[in-house]
């Protein structure tokens, strides 16, 4: 005996709501404190837009049948690759903007600047079930020689969006789709034996590589400069060195401050006395640390913890393995990002420019990370209880 009813989860749209709400009021508050061209748009109402379009994506995809996802996945996935390539020669030129040494950026007339790297990411999620799903569907009997052409399908899959984006040079969401790749690695049903030698092999190539870099950051910086993340080089001195480069740490030292000065109840409403740029995207985190203390930091970590709690229990419980594998791949993500945002924020990690889901302004990736929820909703919709056992 099962369940029929539609199910929506109320905690997942809450959580939602909270971070759109804190979104806005920081948006708001920061209003006065902006220069220059940041300061010609206003921020809170264009982004009380985009939560509004987003709510309606939200609606679609809960409301589409997301097994015909894997109907469409190539379409989608071609898309994306071929608006990856536009970036990449540039063309057509009347429509492809450079900001801070990157060409990430589309600007439409009538609608303004937008990422297509942020939609590429659900794509990529969507691709990546897809090929789990029909390669476990086709070989019932894993072996070791199978594992290892589900991984190449999926490493075939991963790395053209993935080199695309580094090109660009994102290193940001070069790093998202990584984490995207792993969390779908691990839930895809290849052997731990396997899955353990090729984490032993890149944690080494890891350790050797951060070992070398903080030994030699001299020479790694000169090394990057010959790679298409030279543009790198000068975050990685900076949060490695502050001191030694006050230019390049200067984000760094000003948002650690920010986030210091704001103590345990913050210092209340348009009461910033730290500016720093792209506080309105990128460092949206420092913001709400000085305006509203440790405490508010602390309710906005556990805002997100809860998102991804309800994440990995959407995926666990999904009646579908297709299902469970799109919810890895958001909550690879998610997880990803949230940490890369606020570990820059307070210095953990060096700069990469990410925004912070459902926080930082932007319309591409508000509408992306919708995208990315109204699928999860629907995985949700679509489990059913029953009454002696889950059905899988």
Same mark, same amino acid.
């Given at each position: +005996?099962?369940?029929?009813?539609?199910?929506?989860?109320?905690?997942?749209?809450?959580?939602?709501?909270?971070?759109?709400?804190?979104?806005?009021?920081?948006?708001?508050?920061?209003?006065?404190?902006?220069?220059?061209?940041?300061?010609?748009?206003? /921020? !809170?109402?264009?982004?009380?837009?985009?939560?509004?379009?987003?709510?309606?994506?939200?609606?679609?995809? !809960?409301?589409?049948?997301?097994?015909?996802?894997?109907?469409?996945?190539?379409?989608?996935?071609?898309?994306?690759?071929? !608006?990856?390539?536009?970036?990449?020669?540039?063309?057509?030129?009347?429509?492809?903007?450079?900001?801070?040494?990157?060409?990430?950026?589309?600007?439409?007339?009538?609608?303004?600047? !937008?990422?297509?790297?942020?939609?590429?990411?659900?794509?990529?999620?969507?691709?990546?079930?897809?090929?789990?799903?029909?390669?476990?569907?086709?070989?019932?009997?894993?072996?070791?020689? *199978?594992?290892?052409?589900?991984?190449?399908?999926?490493?075939?899959?991963?790395?053209?969006?993935?080199?695309?984006?580094?090109?660009?040079?994102?290193?940001?969401?070069?790093?998202?789709?990584?984490?995207?790749?792993?969390?779908?690695?691990?839930?895809?049903?290849?052997?731990?034996?396997? =899955?353990?030698?090729? =984490?032993?092999?890149?944690?080494?190539?890891?350790?050797?590589?951060?070992?070398?870099?903080?030994?030699?950051?001299?020479?790694?910086?000169?090394?990057?400069?010959?790679?298409?993340?030279?543009?790198?080089?000068?975050?990685?001195?900076?949060?490695? /060195?502050?001191?030694?480069?006050?230019?390049?740490?200067?984000?760094?030292?000003?948002?650690?401050?920010?986030?210091?000065?704001?103590?345990?109840?913050?210092?209340?409403?348009?009461?910033?006395?730290?500016?720093?740029?792209?506080?309105?995207?990128?460092?949206?985190?420092?913001?709400?640390?000085?305006?509203?203390?440790?405490?508010?930091?602390?309710?906005?970590?556990?805002?997100?913890?809860?998102?991804?709690?309800? +994440?990995?229990?959407?995926?666990?419980?999904?009646?579908?393995?297709?299902?469970?594998?799109?919810?890895?791949?958001?909550?690879?993500?998610?997880?990803?990002?949230?940490?890369?945002?606020?570990?820059?924020?307070?210095?953990?990690?060096?700069?990469?420019?990410?925004?912070?889901?459902?926080?930082?302004?932007?319309?591409?990736?508000?509408?992306?990370?919708?995208?990315?929820?109204?699928?999860?909703?629907?995985?949700?919709?679509?489990?059913?209880?029953?009454?002696?056992? *889950?059905?899988?």
């Amino acid at each position: +005996m099962n369940s029929n009813k539609f199910r929506l989860d109320l905690t997942i749209i809450l959580v939602f709501i909270l971070l759109g709400i804190v979104s806005s009021f920081t948006l708001h508050e920061l209003q006065p404190t902006l220069s220059g061209l940041a300061a010609q748009t206003q /921020y !809170m109402p264009k982004q009380i837009l985009w939560y509004v379009l987003g709510a309606i994506v939200i609606t679609v995809m !809960m409301l589409l049948d997301y097994d015909r996802l894997r109907q469409l996945v190539w379409i989608f996935y071609g898309i994306g690759i071929v !608006m990856l390539l536009m970036l990449f020669f540039k063309f057509p030129a009347a429509i492809i903007n450079e900001a801070n040494g990157a060409t990430s950026w589309f600007i439409l007339p009538g609608i303004g600047s !937008m990422q297509p790297a942020e939609f590429v990411k659900v794509f990529v999620v969507i691709a990546l079930a897809h090929v789990i799903m029909s390669h476990n569907e086709k070989h019932a009997l894993r072996t070791n020689k *199978t594992d290892l052409i589900l991984l190449g399908k999926l490493l075939a899959v991963a790395l053209p969006p993935m080199g695309l984006i580094a090109s660009q040079p994102d290193l940001g969401g070069f790093l998202v789709l990584c984490a995207i790749l792993g969390a779908t690695i691990l839930v895809s049903g290849i052997s731990w034996r396997l =899955l353990l030698m090729i =984490l032993g092999v890149v944690l080494g190539i890891a350790t050797i590589v951060g070992l070398l870099a903080f030994i030699f950051p001299n020479q790694v910086g000169a090394f990057l400069q010959e790679t298409i993340f030279k543009h790198v080089e000068s975050r990685f001195l900076g949060w490695l /060195y502050p001191e030694k480069y006050p230019d390049s740490s200067y984000q760094y030292r000003l948002g650690l401050m920010a986030i210091g000065s704001g103590i345990l109840l913050g210092k209340g409403a348009s009461n910033f006395q730290v500016s720093i740029p792209e506080r309105h995207t990128d460092y949206i985190f420092s913001a709400i640390a000085e305006q509203y203390g440790f405490i508010g930091s602390a309710v906005v970590l556990f805002l997100f913890f809860i998102l991804i709690y309800r +994440m990995i229990q959407v995926g666990l419980e999904s009646n579908e393995p297709f299902g469970s594998y799109l919810a890895a791949g958001f909550i690879g993500m998610f997880t990803y990002q949230i940490f890369q945002n606020i570990g820059m924020s307070v210095g953990l990690v060096p700069i990469t420019g990410l925004p912070l889901p459902f926080l930082s302004y932007g319309g591409s990736s508000t509408l992306a990370y919708m995208i990315a929820i109204g699928i999860v909703l629907n995985i949700h919709s679509r489990t059913r209880t029953y009454m002696f056992e *889950t059905q899988k």
